[in-house]
């Protein structure tokens, strides 16, 4: 956003549903906290920023302090959101050169799917288990009976459209030539045969894509209708690097484990390695080759580590005993 400064060098703007000042960054854990229980507020209602390097009464840009912000790594931030909240939603940080001084900004964008809930009890950040924040204006707290009626039937509006959408696109080609293609296992059950569709091809693939909806015990499947092209069964799949985007270590900086010992463990847990809707060997050279994983594994490894605290330690334990 565009801070604007009156005549006396105070920031015009307020804090407001969209905007909160802090005059220092702080790192830790439960400074990271308040600032997660702000992001899950703004996230549930239209988003918003937090600014670092504010003075608090009266509002003057002051400046960051030191490089704390400057040399933040994001999955410091992403292990507290994963720990403490569900569902995922979209944040970034950056520092800006603003009125002479460096300013910090977390920005946060409206969750696609609400509400975002608090799944850990922590007493210095006032954060309970099953608590729905929600900023108002200038403040984040519990949100009230009239927003999160508002949140939920938004929820439920969405998701008749997208019954609605189905219903209309399948009216249109017939029930026979559509197909449900699942996106999180990357499976598809087309005339009994299992398929699954590279995605380099996903932009050449003529299809009607109307939305999501939910099936399968929960898994996101997309409706696809129309003329398919490009479908790849197990046994000829062409693998490519927008299929398999991520290396064992983009996959540790995704999830914010320990180390590459643990991914390797979670790999293994999972025996995601030879799995194709998990993994693939990209070949690099005549012999070289390269391990590369799927977003569907990530999302799947995300979700687990959330509902299993104790899930990293496990896999740890479990892959030593493999190795002796």
């Known amino acids: 956003m565009d801070l604007l400064l009156d005549s006396r060098g105070y920031v015009r703007q307020r804090e407001s549903q969209t905007l909160e000042f802090k005059q220092t960054f702080r790192v830790g854990d439960t400074d990271l906290l308040r600032y997660a229980k702000t992001m899950a507020g703004m996230a549930n209602n239209q988003g918003g920023e937090i600014v670092f390097g504010i003075k608090d009464r009266p509002h003057q840009p002051m400046g960051l ?33 603003l009125f002479g001084v460096t300013l910090g900004f977390i920005t946060v964008w409206s969750a696609p799917t609400k509400p975002v809930v608090c799944t850990r009890h922590h007493d210095q950040a006032k954060l309970r288990e099953g608590g729905i924040y929600y900023r108002y204006r200038a403040e984040t707290r519990d949100v009230r009976y009239a927003e999160l009626n508002a949140i939920l039937q938004a929820e439920r509006d969405k998701e008749k459209q997208l019954w609605m959408n189905h219903i209309q696109t399948i009216a249109t080609v017939g029930p026979q030539a559509a197909q449900i293609i699942d996106t999180v296992r990357g499976e598809a059950d087309i005339q009994g045969t299992k398929v699954i569709i590279d995605r380099a091809l996903l932009d050449q693939i003529q299809f009607v894509r109307e939305g999501q909806f939910v ?9 696809l209708a129309g003329s398919i092209s490009g479908l790849l069964d197990h046994d000829h799949a062409v693998y490519t690097e927008m299929a398999y985007p991520y290396t ?51 999302r799947m490894l995300r979700h687990e580590l959330r509902a299993d605290p104790g899930l990293e330690f496990r896999a740890r334990e479990q892959h030593g005993g493999r190795r002796a």
């Open 65 to 97: 302090r030191d490089d704390r912000m400057m040399t933040f790594d994001r999955r410091n931030m992403n292990r507290v959101l994963l720990d403490y909240f569900a569902p995922d939603f979209h944040w970034e940080h950056d520092t800006v050169e």
């Open 248 to 298: 064992r270590d983009m996959v540790m900086q995704e999830l914010g484990v320990l180390n590459r010992y643990s991914t390797d463990a979670l790999i293994s847990y999972f025996d995601a390695k030879g799995n194709p809707r998990y993994h693939a060997e990209i070949r690099t050279g005549k012999t070289a080759k390269v391990h590369k994983y799927s977003e569907q594994f990530l």
């Open 215 to 223: 099936e399968r015990g929960g898994a996101p499947t997309l409706t």
